[in-house]
């Protein structure tokens, strides 16, 4: 069974282009276009790793997690796309599910290998 993504991001062009590189890879993605859709969507569907933009409406990719790992019993690894020059907590990191954080602009090929790592060897190549 193929390992299921939710890729999380208020831009559309970057749901379109991450969705299709990690099908053409051969994962099962789901789509949220912003912070609460992507908790909703997660909650119900529960995928097996997650890529969320820090700033999106309603929810940031933080809150997301944040809430994510109060309500479920296993977090979801989750890599977090963030604008360049923005900073980050490192103890916020720290106590969140989020094994990889990428600026924008980001490489897609970049992006599948970073995922592949996070999850393992068990991911097909």
Do not use: H, Y
Not at 26 to 52: H, K, L, S, Y
Not at 93 to 121: H, Q, W, Y
Request: aromatic share 4%; glycine share 4%.
């Amino acid at each position: 069974m193929p390992w299921k993504i939710l890729v999380a991001d208020d831009e559309a062009c970057i749901t379109t282009i991450v969705s299709k590189k990690l099908q053409n890879a051969g994962f099962d993605v789901i789509v949220a276009m912003d912070g609460q859709e992507a908790f909703d969507r997660a909650m119900a569907e529960r995928p097996d790793f997650m890529v969320t933009d820090l700033q999106m409406p309603l929810m940031s990719g933080l809150e997301v997690c944040a809430r994510l790992a109060a309500e479920l019993a296993d977090p979801i690894p989750t890599l977090l796309l963030t604008a360049k020059g923005f900073e980050l907590d490192p103890e916020e990191l720290e106590r969140l599910p989020i094994c990889r954080v990428m600026t924008k602009p980001f490489s897609p090929r970049e992006l599948l290998a970073n995922i592949r790592d996070a999850l393992g060897a068990s991911v097909p190549s």
